[in-house]
């Protein structure tokens, strides 16, 4: 009926109407507004605070320091994924503070709070809080951190070093690149990005004295988790004593998945003031303390055989945690090596992992989790194949995992659960019309305009594992649906994930009309509110369908069952003779039937019903425990135009082809990967977050100087799907959201090489600038 189609969005109509409800409108009367004194300084210890002059100014009410937050006896959360060295020593977590306290390690850290009636007054009176600051040094990049010149960030651990997490078999790694007849080396900075969702973060806080109960409105994609960390671990109360309500919201990306100060000091600002409290953060704020991603330097080789058979990758990567550890950072950068081998038959491999603490933002998870190993693998075997004279596509032909060998656990422990890389390589090459692409390639070598033609292809882990794969984490991989049927037969769902952008709303209305056998008319759609359901992890890896969407599925039947038990007794017929189509009880072979509406109404009204084994109403709720995680596949290939003078890369054409299991909505799916191109593509090409190395100063705080990607700086792109039944889950589905920005950096980069491999340009870092292209082109 409805899976499989593309059927509209009816919550575009409240966006584009301006109905939509996000944090700016939400109207608690007789707010208060909430404004931060940020630090000026990288590196710094705290001499003093003068709160004098703010607090007399007018229309403030309360100015908050650490001092007050830590004699009111109120805490942070810990780190959600606490991952050790390989050698089992603990690692150095350091939480970011809600308040910091005798110190600041970035610029942006949250040194006061100011409460005052009026927005402008709360700015204005931040502005007159003096603080008394000793400038220490700072260090900003993820290699220099463990030198010994280096400042040691936090001083109580002795170390910037975090931990030292070690991937793979050393011995036989080195073994096999022993009998190497080529040793492919690139060095490759990763750069550090934003991922600045078009809302900024904000929240309103309210305490009700007469119920004792927080309720917080706030722009973040796991309320449930939120809920958690509010009541278990700052505000240290019962979790059924704080409310959180996730409203539209206008963006996410990971950047929203995280504990930040700015919520829990409005909730606490209420009940000490008995006046809601709000806040919005501004642009610059945002680039101040919102979660970065990315940073990283690796060492990596990749070993070959004479035929261009790859023997084995290894390697040592360098990345960085920011001056703090953030929620779930640990599983985000020491896990990245999982997927390093991508989609080639690789016997073994090697990688260690060192995080650091540096003097810049946290950094955490950010959509498109599996950029940086695809980045690494691809240009890896991109270069090695040009190194020993063979053709790369070639190479990658003889290279790929064949459909036969899935499921497949790669050399370092992840398991893929189904793919055909081949048939979607030559599915992409068609697409692309690629012969064409060499001819016309052939024609601008001897031009100023040089024109390259690059691939990349990659497997990811979306939709995380069993909750008890997770075991001592504290927070499993399930997560929740409740499918609740009216008395009049229509029927509201509730997710305990959130969506900010994913198209949640229609994709799970398609999955439950589909299941009852309804129109998807009758399907309303609810999320968002943590008294309305439970939930979990909410929304992030790609994992909202492939386990919410299976909650739904299996309510849905449960309901189904429940209501031919109901059908059967009214009609008195057996449950086996019953069959139910398209809303539509009917006794096998017979004239005999009763409607969904007639069941629905006989459920609430209680008239006729069972006497034995049969409960009233119309209603389930399941958590969905995954069995494991999901593996899309994707394929990219980019065709860019160099200006030789100039350095000026055009990407001109992009062509995907993405395996992301049965697709429930073609037209979301398609908006998703489109979505995520544009993210990759300016991650490749224009963005990077830079820190002045000596003092730590943020030197790209805003727009005008962080490069986000516009129109005019994206092709047209042209992409195809390939579906392949995920058998993990009762959809067959993957998860197609992050696939766009996992291929661009390498199929880009590669692009790039290819244009200019005659100049003797070999590797190029991200962002692919028209600066750094020129540079390199030029003799040395």
Request: hydrophobic share 40%; with cysteine; charged share 20%.
């Given at each position: 009926?409805y899976v499989g189609?593309p059927?509209?969005?009816?919550?575009?109509?409240r966006?584009?109407?301006?109905?939509?409800q996000?944090?700016?409108d939400i109207?608690?009367g007789?707010?208060?507004?909430?404004?931060f004194?940020?630090s000026?300084?990288?590196?710094?210890?705290?001499?003093?605070?003068?709160t004098?002059?703010?607090?007399?100014?007018h229309g403030v009410v309360?100015?908050?320091?650490a001092?007050?937050w830590?004699?009111?006896?109120l805490?942070?959360?810990?780190?959600?994924f606490?991952?050790?060295?390989t050698?089992?020593?603990?690692?150095?977590?350091m939480?970011?503070p809600v308040?910091?306290?005798?110190s600041?390690?970035?610029v942006?850290?949250?040194?006061?709070?100011?409460?005052?009636?009026?927005?402008e007054?709360?700015i204005?009176?931040?502005?007159?809080?003096?603080v008394d600051y000793?400038e220490?040094?700072a260090?900003?990049?993820p290699q220099?951190a463990?030198?010994s010149?280096?400042?040691v960030i936090?001083?109580?651990?002795?170390?910037?070093?975090?931990q030292r997490?070690?991937?793979?078999?050393?011995?036989?790694t080195?073994?096999?690149?022993s009998?190497?007849?080529?040793?492919e080396?690139?060095?490759l900075?990763?750069m550090?990005?934003?991922?600045l969702p078009m809302?900024?973060?904000g929240a309103v806080?309210?305490f009700?004295?007469?119920t004792?109960?927080y309720t917080i409105?706030?722009?973040?994609q796991?309320?449930?988790?939120?809920?958690r960390?509010l009541?278990?671990?700052?505000?240290?109360?019962?979790i059924?004593?704080?409310?959180?309500?996730?409203?539209?919201?206008?963006?996410?990306?990971?950047v929203k998945?995280y504990f930040y100060?700015?919520?829990?000091?409005?909730?606490?600002a209420?009940?000490?003031?008995?006046?809601p409290v709000?806040w919005n953060?501004?642009?610059?704020?945002?680039f101040?303390?919102d979660t970065?991603?990315?940073d990283?330097?690796?060492?990596?080789?990749?070993?070959f055989d004479?035929r261009?058979?790859i023997l084995?990758?290894r390697?040592?990567?360098?990345?960085?945690?920011?001056?703090y550890?953030?929620?779930?950072?640990?599983?985000?950068?020491?896990?990245?090596?999982?997927?390093?081998?991508?989609?080639?038959?690789t016997a073994?491999?090697?990688m260690v992992?060192n995080?650091?603490?540096t003097n810049t933002?946290p950094?955490d998870?950010y959509?498109?989790?599996?950029?940086?190993?695809t980045?690494i693998?691809?240009?890896?075997v991109?270069?090695?194949?040009?190194s020993?004279g063979?053709d790369?596509?070639?190479?990658r032909?003889n290279n790929?995992?064949s459909?036969?060998?899935?499921p497949y656990?790669?050399p370092?422990a992840a398991?893929?659960?189904s793919?055909?890389?081949l048939a979607q390589?030559?599915r992409l090459?068609?697409?692309?019309?690629?012969?064409?692409l060499?001819?016309e390639?052939?024609?601008h070598q001897?031009?100023?305009i040089?024109?390259?033609?690059?691939?990349?292809g990659?497997?990811?882990?979306t939709?995380?594992?069993?909750?008890?794969?997770?075991?001592?984490?504290?927070?499993g991989g399930?997560?929740s649906?409740?499918?609740?049927?009216?008395?009049?037969?229509?029927?509201t769902?509730f997710?305990?994930?959130?969506?900010?952008?994913?198209?949640h709303?229609?994709?799970?209305?398609?999955v439950a009309a589909d299941?009852l056998q309804?129109?998807i008319s009758d399907?309303?759609?609810?999320?968002?509110?943590?008294d309305?359901?439970?939930g979990?992890?909410?929304?992030?890896?790609a994992?909202?369908?492939?386990?919410?969407?299976a909650?739904?599925?299996?309510?849905a039947a449960?309901i189904?069952?429940k209501?031919t038990q109901l059908a059967?007794h009214h009609?008195e017929?057996?449950?086996s003779?019953?069959?139910y189509a398209?809303g539509?009880?009917?006794?096998s072979?017979?004239?005999r039937s009763?409607?969904f509406q007639?069941?629905a109404?006989l459920?609430y009204t209680g008239e006729d019903?069972?006497?034995?084994?049969?409960e009233?109403?119309l209603?389930e709720?399941?958590?969905?425990?995954?069995?494991?995680?999901?593996n899309?596949?994707g394929m990219?290939?980019a065709v860019?135009?160099i200006?030789?003078e100039?350095?000026?890369?055009?990407?001109r054409?992009y062509?995907?082809?993405d395996?992301c299991?049965?697709?429930?909505?073609?037209?979301v799916?398609?908006?998703?990967?489109?979505?995520?191109?544009a993210?990759g593509?300016g991650?490749a090409c224009l963005e990077?977050?830079i820190?002045?190395?000596?003092?730590g100063?943020?030197?790209t705080?805003?727009?005008?100087?962080?490069?986000?990607?516009?129109?005019?700086?994206?092709p047209?792109f042209?992409?195809a799907f390939?579906?392949s039944f995920?058998t993990?889950?009762s959809?067959?589905?993957?998860?197609?959201?992050?696939s766009?920005?996992?291929g661009?950096?390498?199929?880009?980069g590669?692009a790039?090489?290819?244009?200019?491999?005659?100049?003797g340009v070999?590797?190029?870092?991200t962002?692919?600038?028209?600066?750094?292209i020129?540079?390199?082109?030029?003799?040395?």
């Amino acid at each position: 009926m409805y899976v499989g189609k593309p059927v509209l969005r009816g919550e575009d109509n409240r966006f584009l109407t301006g109905d939509g409800q996000y944090i700016a409108d939400i109207s608690v009367g007789n707010s208060l507004w909430a404004a931060f004194v940020r630090s000026p300084y990288a590196n710094a210890n705290i001499r003093s605070i003068d709160t004098a002059t703010a607090a007399r100014s007018h229309g403030v009410v309360k100015v908050l320091t650490a001092d007050d937050w830590h004699a009111a006896g109120l805490g942070s959360p810990a780190c959600q994924f606490p991952i050790p060295s390989t050698d089992g020593t603990p690692m150095n977590e350091m939480s970011r503070p809600v308040l910091a306290c005798r110190s600041v390690r970035h610029v942006g850290d949250t040194v006061a709070a100011v409460i005052a009636e009026r927005k402008e007054q709360a700015i204005e009176a931040a502005e007159l809080i003096s603080v008394d600051y000793e400038e220490l040094p700072a260090v900003t990049h993820p290699q220099t951190a463990l030198s010994s010149e280096a400042v040691v960030i936090h001083p109580e651990l002795g170390t910037n070093l975090v931990q030292r997490v070690e991937h793979g078999d050393a011995k036989t790694t080195n073994e096999a690149f022993s009998k190497a007849a080529h040793i492919e080396q690139l060095t490759l900075r990763n750069m550090r990005v934003a991922g600045l969702p078009m809302e900024p973060r904000g929240a309103v806080g309210y305490f009700d004295r007469l119920t004792g109960r927080y309720t917080i409105w706030v722009s973040v994609q796991n309320p449930h988790m939120l809920q958690r960390w509010l009541a278990e671990a700052v505000l240290k109360v019962a979790i059924n004593k704080v409310r959180v309500i996730s409203p539209d919201v206008g963006g996410g990306f990971g950047v929203k998945a995280y504990f930040y100060p700015e919520p829990a000091i409005v909730l606490w600002a209420s009940k000490l003031l008995r006046q809601p409290v709000r806040w919005n953060a501004s642009r610059g704020e945002a680039f101040m303390v919102d979660t970065h991603a990315r940073d990283l330097v690796t060492h990596a080789e990749m070993a070959f055989d004479e035929r261009g058979q790859i023997l084995g990758i290894r390697g040592e990567a360098f990345t960085t945690y920011g001056a703090y550890m953030s929620n779930m950072a640990p599983a985000i950068l020491t896990a990245f090596p999982g997927m390093l081998t991508g989609l080639y038959k690789t016997a073994t491999a090697n990688m260690v992992v060192n995080g650091v603490y540096t003097n810049t933002v946290p950094i955490d998870a950010y959509r498109g989790g599996t950029q940086a190993p695809t980045h690494i693998n691809e240009r890896l075997v991109e270069n090695g194949a040009r190194s020993l004279g063979l053709d790369p596509m070639i190479v990658r032909r003889n290279n790929y995992l064949s459909s036969s060998d899935y499921p497949y656990t790669n050399p370092l422990a992840a398991t893929y659960d189904s793919g055909h890389p081949l048939a979607q390589h030559e599915r992409l090459l068609e697409l692309a019309d690629y012969t064409s692409l060499r001819a016309e390639q052939a024609a601008h070598q001897e031009q100023a305009i040089r024109m390259g033609v690059g691939f990349a292809g990659f497997v990811e882990t979306t939709g995380m594992g069993p909750s008890r794969s997770l075991a001592g984490f504290g927070v499993g991989g399930w997560e929740s649906a409740v499918v609740r049927v009216h008395p009049d037969s229509k029927v509201t769902l509730f997710a305990g994930t959130h969506s900010h952008g994913q198209s949640h709303e229609i994709t799970f209305r398609q999955v439950a009309a589909d299941a009852l056998q309804l129109p998807i008319s009758d399907i309303e759609f609810t999320q968002g509110d943590t008294d309305l359901g439970p939930g979990n992890f909410g929304t992030a890896a790609a994992r909202a369908i492939s386990i919410v969407g299976a909650a739904i599925e299996k309510a849905a039947a449960r309901i189904l069952r429940k209501a031919t038990q109901l059908a059967a007794h009214h009609l008195e017929c057996s449950s086996s003779d019953i069959e139910y189509a398209q809303g539509t009880f009917a006794i096998s072979g017979t004239d005999r039937s009763i409607s969904f509406q007639e069941v629905a109404k006989l459920a609430y009204t209680g008239e006729d019903y069972p006497e034995e084994n049969f409960e009233l109403g119309l209603e389930e709720t399941v958590f969905e425990d995954p069995t494991h995680c999901s593996n899309p596949i994707g394929m990219h290939l980019a065709v860019v135009l160099i200006d030789i003078e100039t350095g000026a890369v055009n990407l001109r054409d992009y062509y995907t082809v993405d395996d992301c299991g049965r697709i429930i909505n073609p037209m979301v799916v398609e908006g998703q990967v489109h979505g995520g191109l544009a993210q990759g593509i300016g991650h490749a090409c224009l963005e990077g977050i830079i820190y002045e190395p000596d003092s730590g100063q943020l030197l790209t705080g805003s727009f005008m100087d962080y490069a986000l990607p516009r129109a005019d700086d994206l092709p047209n792109f042209k992409g195809a799907f390939m579906e392949s039944f995920n058998t993990n889950n009762s959809l067959g589905v993957k998860g197609g959201s992050e696939s766009g920005v996992c291929g661009p950096s390498a199929a880009i980069g590669n692009a790039i090489v290819d244009a200019l491999w005659d100049f003797g340009v070999k590797h190029i870092d991200t962002p692919y600038t028209s600066e750094r292209i020129w540079r390199a082109i030029q003799p040395q």
